[in-house]
């Protein structure tokens, strides 16, 4: 499923509420430093001049939705076909968006759904600090399990730089974690893959403690995915999860 717009919604998301959408990626094709066995935008698709928005572009579609938009949305996600930080202008379009959110719908939240990867990046960091909810991506604190879950296109990608990226942040931000299980493709092979395991949450409790986020949100495969043999976790599960760390005074919103 592809979003055939720059602004797409409102929409009522499970994790956000009414959100409207913004896609900053080309709209015939899903571009991402990730490419998800789970997302719903199926896998990458090859582009060779990739056509982005322009920041005037972003500005004046947003504009015209908030103009005519009778219910006001609660949030205003940075989401789409792939991941949002990418684009060159995205510092200026977050300015925008801040600016047209003032305008029009002060009691909106800026969101931005990332995969966490160019946080490396000073504008990028600078642009999610001015943000009310970065909701940044850990599928595991397994190296292994986090390159087959989430295929990163940089294969030399581990947890270890992830969790430093987010450790920029001093909690400030809403950790975001997809649990499921099932084959999947591992080269020219196949593997299996869970991530509710002892050993696996053990090591995203530990990922978790030394990040301390604000919020956390977890949830399971809710649309069709590109791989056809991956599970939807049981909610019981999920909640066994959260258990420990509510227990701890972390915000855990589940969404099963």
């Not at 720059?6 to 900053?24: D, E």
């Not at 991941?83 to 305008?103: K, N, S, V, W, Y």
């Not at 296109?153 to 997809?178: E, M, W």
């Not at 893959?193 to 301390?212: C, G, H, M, P, S």
């Amino acid at each position: 499923m592809l979003f055939d717009a720059i602004v797409y919604g409102p929409i009522h998301s499970r994790r956000l509420g009414i959100s409207l959408g913004i896609n900053l990626m080309p709209t015939n094709a899903k571009l991402c430093t990730f490419d998800c066995v789970y997302c719903e935008c199926g896998f990458n698709h090859p582009v060779s001049h990739p056509q982005l928005p322009s920041r005037k572009e972003v500005a004046a579609a947003l504009e015209s939705v908030l103009q005519a938009e009778t219910n006001t949305p609660d949030v205003i996600t940075f989401s789409g076909n792939g991941e949002p930080t990418l684009h060159p202008e995205f510092e200026g379009i977050i300015a925008d968006t801040c600016m047209l959110r003032d305008r029009y719908c002060p009691q909106a939240k800026v969101s931005v759904l990332s995969n966490s990867t160019q946080l490396a990046r000073p504008d990028v960091l600078r642009s999610l600090q001015r943000c009310d909810n970065r909701i940044l991506k850990l599928d595991s604190a397994i190296d292994r399990t986090m390159r087959l879950i989430d295929r990163p296109v940089n294969a030399s990608l581990t947890v270890r730089q992830i969790i430093d990226y987010l450790a920029q942040f001093k909690g400030d931000f809403t950790l975001q974690t997809c649990f499921l299980r099932g084959e999947v493709p591992d080269g020219q092979s196949t593997a299996i893959i869970d991530n509710t395991t002892e050993e696996e949450v053990q090591a995203w409790y530990k990922a978790v403690e030394e990040l301390r986020p604000k919020n956390i949100m977890i949830y399971v495969i809710d649309r069709a995915t590109p791989v056809k043999t991956l599970e939807k976790i049981s909610r019981d599960q999920m909640e066994a999860i959260a258990a420990p760390l509510r227990e701890k005074g972390y915000q855990i919103s589940i969404s099963a």
